[in-house]
């Protein structure tokens, strides 16, 4: 479908999403995937950066290892 999406728009790239929970941007709620056609330069940002210390960071990964390993 996505491939279909990309060559029928003639896009550059797609960008393929699904938002959980409203902090995310959901605003239907249930399951579903949005299909995002890109082209170069489109000046689309969709993911702002922020700075983390390494320690701020070997602190997540330990959290997120033992959530997923629970």
């Avoid at 960008?15 to 330069?41: E, V």
Wanted: glycine fraction near 8%; include cysteine; aromatic fraction near 4%.
């Amino acid at each position: 479908m996505a491939c279909g999406v990309k060559h029928a728009t003639k896009a550059d790239g797609l960008n393929l999403g699904m938002n959980d929970c409203a902090a995310a941007g959901q605003i239907i709620y249930h399951a579903h995937s949005h299909i995002i056609p890109r082209f170069k330069n489109d000046g689309l940002k969709h993911w702002p950066s922020q700075t983390i210390s390494e320690e701020e960071l070997s602190i997540l990964q330990k959290e997120i290892t033992a959530e997923l390993t629970n």
